[in-house]
């Protein structure tokens, strides 16, 4: 069951939320950001070194670190030339006063299942890597995202972990006697992540719309909208979410300022990054 | 029993889809308003083969009380599948997807009820899908909507809702099954028509930012019919009753 809650907001006094509509009255954010502008991303790869793959992504003061893990698996019978996909997100008691422990609420579910489906739908991981033997054995990969710090946006910094934990993966050579399989320690150069995909989520706040909005902005945000991208700018997924509506014909001006910025953020992941 | 075929043609030469309907062709709409004893408001809405039954419970007094808000009615909803409304049975345990779900049905009905009129109460809304044939998140938001007009809960208008999809490259409305699982791409989108607004909106697969424009245009006119069809059911319940 879906309760309406005010966990995941900060307490945003209206003196505040004024100011900060006031700011952007003058095309201004109160963090000195223009509203189509991106916090400071840095992205450390093989963080978690027990990890097949990990990366921890700041994106302002946003936290995340995605690890992987492949295990040795069955198909399924309706995709024997496929490995398998998992995504999990975890909201961590120690990323937000509020949080608690326990299994992911639906918050932590859409996150997540926002990520799968960019990623899936993208064919961005290429899954015929991940098979050992065609309908016998193949590698579950396995992709955990841990919130750290919630500090706003942690939809697109999701994302972007998943993606660079993934293209930090590379698979483990293997010995293959007929059925049998032997995994060795040594590992090839492959990666599973066939291109980058990103997330870009723009906030409606008032009638102004920010791109990646900081944990104030998005507790007085209507609505949000992630759209998700390909880097020839297809568009493999989108989610509006919080309880707020937006007009039919803000969804394409929207979708214009994303796609910029998620031009721009390809640029980064592969000029600073080497992720392409 | 789908999963185990070859994928099929979804248009066929003459541009018709695998049920005979065009491209920007809904499937038929059936609505039927107060349809429980018990609720305060009750629901059945019917597109195609899909089915689903909704109640609403309430405006009612919040329990447990901390769970209450103090300036606006806390709604507490469930999209739920029956086991026997697909093809396999569905395990009845709550899955991730009915998590998902519920929530952007949750979010999509907190736009449209005035719930600033109901402060520190609590108004439930259950939906069960009886048969699943695609669109099943858009009938039961609009089963939600009809059952909350059943109720007399205020709302700023009612919400109607449609997938487009694209199925061998031609953008269609209203998704069948096979078009759901065969398909490039699914989008459904719900709004309040009245007021322009949209309410739910979501993409999985891929589109093109140009299709998308496309897509949301064909949305605009299947929502617009559905919308008639909504009143006119709200309409014929009055006249039954009075």
Redesign the interface.
Known sequence: ??????RLQTIVSNVKKASILKALERGVRLDNRKPDEYRPLSITLGYAKKADGSALVKLGDTMVLAGTKLEMDEPFP?TPNQGNLMVNVELLPLAYETFEPGPPD??A??L??VVD?SLR??KAVDLSKLVIIPGKKVWSLWVDVYVLDFAGNVMDASTIAAVAAIYNTKLPKVEVNGEEVKVLTERTDVTPLAYPVVTLTAAKVGNFVVIDPNLEEESIAD?K?SISY?PD?????????????????E??QI??VT?KAANRLFSELKNTFGIA | ML??QQRPRLIDERGLRTDGRRPDELRPIRIELGVLKNADGSAIFEMGNTKVIAAVYGPKEMHPRH?A?PD???????YHMTPFSTDERKNPAPS??E??L??????AL??AIL?ELFPRATIDVFMEVLQADAGTRLVSLMAASMALADAGIPMRDLIAGVAVGKADGVLVLDLNEAEDMWGEAD?PIA??PS???????????????EE??QA?ELA?KGIAEIYQLEKKAIKEKFVEVS
Do not use: W
């Not at chain 1, 700018?233 to 014909?249: D, N, P, T, W």
């Not at chain 2, 007021?195 to 093109?208: E, I, P, R, S, W």
């Open positions: 069951m879906s309760v309406t809650s005010d309706d639906e918050n579910i859409e997540a299942r489906r739908d993208s609505a909208l390909t700018m297809r568009i493999v997924g989108i989610q509006k979410s919080l309880g707020g509506a937006m007009k039919l014909e969804i394409p979708e214009e796609r | 999963a185990a769970m808000l606006r009615t806390v709604l507490r909803v469930r991730r997807r998590i998902e519920s929530k952007v049905i949750r979010e907190e736009s719930t989008m709004m309040m007021l322009n607004k949209v309410v739910l909106f979501q993409l999985n697969g891929t589109m093109t930012p998308l424009r949301l605009k």
